[in-house]
C-alpha cells in the first residue's frame, strides 16, 4: 500500500488524514461482485461502515444497493446514485420522518425491528395512499462469536423482533393493509470470521420462512444481513474470502423459486481499503512506560478504544514494515527494540491504540500508519476536545 511516492506524498501533507486505496478498493469490490454474482444474489452495501464520498461512488458504480439505517443514510444514498430500488432501511429507531422519506423516495424496503413499528409504517403509508413494503427483522438467536459489543442476533439485543413475537407480527401483517410483506431479515452481529456461524444462520432462516409460509404469507426475500469478518493481522492483499462467504449461503440456504437472497455487507467490502495516517508528536519515556504520542487519537479512530480492537501500526518513516503483537502462529517477530503504548493526545485514558508495541527507536514526526482502518473509523470520528474533523486523501 506504501512505496516510496506514497510516503513522499505523505510527507508533505499535515496530519492526520485516512488515506484511501482505490485500487484495493476496486480489487475488493470485483471480487464480492463477482462471486455473488455467480448465485445471482443481491448484495446491499451497509453504509454506516464508511460514507465517504469518494467511497461510495465506487461502490456505487459497482451496480451495489445500500443499506441504511437514518434518513440521513437514505437521503446520501440517493444522492450519490445509488439506485432507489436497491436501498433497504433497517434500525430499531426510525422515526416518522425517516419513515416519511423511506415512503417518498420509493426505497426497495423497510426492515422492520418491532411489531409496533410496523403499525407506525402502516399509518404513515395510509396518510399518503400508499404501500410500504417490508421485510421482518428476526432475532435469531444465533451466536455470532465476535466481540460482544458488536453482536447482534441473541435475545438479550435490542435488535429485530423475537421468535416467540412472531405470532403478533402475523396478526398485524393481516391488519395492516397498506404493508406490502417482502419477506425476512436477520444481521446477528459484525467482524465474523467463523463461517460455521452462518451455517447455523442459514437453517434458523430455513426454519423462519416455513413459519412464514405455513401461515399463509409468501417469503420472496430473504436478507441474510451482513457480518464477514477481515483479517486485521494482514492488511496487505488478504481480500475477505467472498467465495466461501456466498458458497455457504448457496449449500446451506434452501432458496425457493422466486426468492431472493440479499446481504448487507459493510466491513468486508471497505476496510483493507484504508490506513489512518499520523505523526509522533511526542516520545515520553517513562519508569515504567515509553509512549508515543500520535497527533491522531480515539477521535479519529475509536476501535481499539472501544472494542479493544487489533489495528496493524507501522512507523513509516523508519521504513520498516513492522508485525508487531502479532498473536497468530508462525507470524515470527523482527527484532525488537523499544515497547511503546501507542497512544493519541485526547484527554482519556483510554486514548491507546495499542500497548507495548515493539517498534526500533522511534522520533518526534515520524509517519504512523495505522492499518484496516477503511470501515467504521472515519465515519465514527467525533469532534471530542474540539478535535478538527479528520480529513481524507487518495491514492489516485
Ligand atoms: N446490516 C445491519 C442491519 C447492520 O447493523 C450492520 C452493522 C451491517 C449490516 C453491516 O455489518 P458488517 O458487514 O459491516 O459487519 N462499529 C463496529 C461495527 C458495528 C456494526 C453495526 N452493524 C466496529 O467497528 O466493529
Keep these: 500500500m506504501f512505496n516510496t511516492d506514497t510516503i513522499n506524498r505523505f510527507n508533505d501533507l499535515d496530519t492526520p488524514f485516512y488515506y484511501y486505496d482505490l485500487e484495493v478498493l476496486r480489487q475488493t469490490l470485483t471480487a464480492a461482485r463477482d462471486a455473488s454474482a455467480k448465485h445471482g444474489f443481491h448484495v446491499h452495501y451497509a453504509m454506516k461502515a464508511n460514507f ?27 444522492d450519490r446514485g445509488f439506485d432507489k430500488g436497491k436501498i433497504v432501511f433497517a434500525g430499531v429507531g426510525k422515526s416518522d420522518k425517516e419513515i416519511n422519506l423511506g415512503l417518498d423516495t420509493d426505497i426497495f424496503c423497510f426492515n422492520v425491528e418491532s411489531v409496533q413499528e410496523l403499525n407506525i409504517i402502516d399509518g404513515l403509508a395510509a396518510a399518503k395512499g400508499k404501500k410500504a413494503k417490508v421485510a421482518i427483522r428476526i432475532n435469531p438467536n444465533v451466536d455470532a462469536h465476535t466481540h460482544h459489543f458488536i453482536t447482534t442476533g441473541l435475545d438479550e439485543n435490542k435488535f429485530g423482533i423475537n421468535i416467540w413475537q412472531l405470532p403478533d407480527v402475523a ?35 430455513n426454519e423462519m420462512q416455513d413459519w412464514f409460509e405455513d401461515h399463509g404469507f409468501p417469503v420472496k426475500v430473504l436478507n441474510t444481513g451482513g ?50 495516517i499520523s505523526r509522533v508528536l511526542y516520545v515520553k519515556n517513562g519508569l515504567k512506560k515509553n509512549f508515543l504520542v500520535l497527533d491522531a487519537g480515539m477521535t479519529e479512530l475509536m476501535r481499539p478504544m472501544l472494542y479493544q480492537a487489533y489495528h496493524q501500526i507501522e512507523n513509516l518513516s523508519q521504513n520498516s514494515k513492522f508485525k508487531i503483537q502479532n498473536p497468530e502462529p508462525g507470524n515470527s517477530q523482527p527484532a525488537a527494540n523499544i515497547k511503546y503504548d501507542v497512544v493519541g493526545p485526547i484527554c482519556e485514558s483510554t486514548d491507546c491504540f495499542q500497548k507495548d508495541v515493539e517498534f526500533p527507536e522511534s522520533f518526534r514526526g515520524d509517519l504512523i500508519a495505522i492499518r484496516t482502518a477503511g470501515a467504521y473509523g472515519e465515519v465514527m470520528a467525533s469532534g471530542y476536545n474540539l478535535r478538527d474533523r479528520v480529513g481524507s486523501i487518495y491514492s489516485e
Aim: glycine share 8%; aromatic share 12%.
Design 52 to 78: 465517504n464520498p469518494r467511497v461510495l461512488d465506487m461502490i456505487q458504480s459497482f451496480g451495489f444497493g445500500a443499506d441504511c439505517v437514518s434518513g440521513n443514510e437514505v437521503r446520501a444514498a440517493i
Design 171 to 205: 396478526t398485524a401483517l393481516r391488519q395492516c393493509k397498506n404493508l406490502e410483506f417482502l419477506g425476512i431479515h436477520f444481521h446477528i452481529g459484525s467482524q465474523i470470521t467463523d463461517l460455521e456461524v452462518y451455517k447455523n444462520l442459514c437453517t434458523r432462516i
Design 227 to 276: 457480518g464477514l469478518g477481515v483479517d486485521y493481522y494482514s492488511p496487505d492483499g488478504n481480500i475477505a474470502d467472498f467465495e466461501n462467504y456466498f458458497q455457504v449461503f448457496k449449500n446451506f440456504l434452501n432458496v425457493k423459486p422466486g426468492q431472493e437472497v440479499h446481504f448487507e455487507l459493510g466491513r468486508a467490502l471497505v476496510a483493507q481499503s484504508a490506513s489512518l
